[in-house]
């Protein structure tokens, strides 16, 4: 079992910048795929970005493209999302998750479904 907990949400104004973190209790880490995801209330769960085991490759959502940027440390078993320029639409809950058996495309990184483990949320609100 993958625990993970999310951090560093808070209230930000338009245009401002916020760095999430999310730190997991895995010693095989490094060799998860991780992603974040956000869920608006009313809305469904939104693929914000994902990274690959190695930090090879990632991947973005088309609203969040240029402005928010993925990272890990597999040494402190962290992921990050550092957050730019944000937007009131990226008010959310942002989740971090992560899976073992991820494919190799966009298309698998982008499915909520293939990620089996999932945190709390971390709350961001971005005032206009």
């Known amino acids: 079992q993958v625990q993970m907990v999310e951090s560093g949400g808070g209230l930000v104004q338009a245009g401002g910048s916020l760095r999430l973190s999310c730190a997991a209790s895995e010693r095989t880490f490094s060799s998860l795929g991780m992603g974040w995801f956000r869920q608006a209330p009313g809305k469904e769960r939104e693929f914000v970005a994902a990274i690959t085991w190695n930090g090879g490759r990632v991947y973005y959502g088309d609203s969040v493209k240029g402005r928010f940027f993925i990272s890990r440390d597999n040494a402190k078993n962290t992921v990050y999302l550092q957050m730019y320029s944000l937007k009131p639409e990226d008010t959310a809950v942002y989740y971090c998750?992560?899976?073992?058996?991820?494919?190799?495309?966009?298309?698998?990184?982008?499915?909520?479904?293939?990620?089996?483990?999932w945190g709390q949320g971390t709350q961001v609100t971005v005032s206009s």
């Open positions: 998750a992560a899976g073992r058996t991820l494919g190799s495309t966009y298309s698998d990184y982008r499915r909520s479904g293939e990620y089996g483990y």
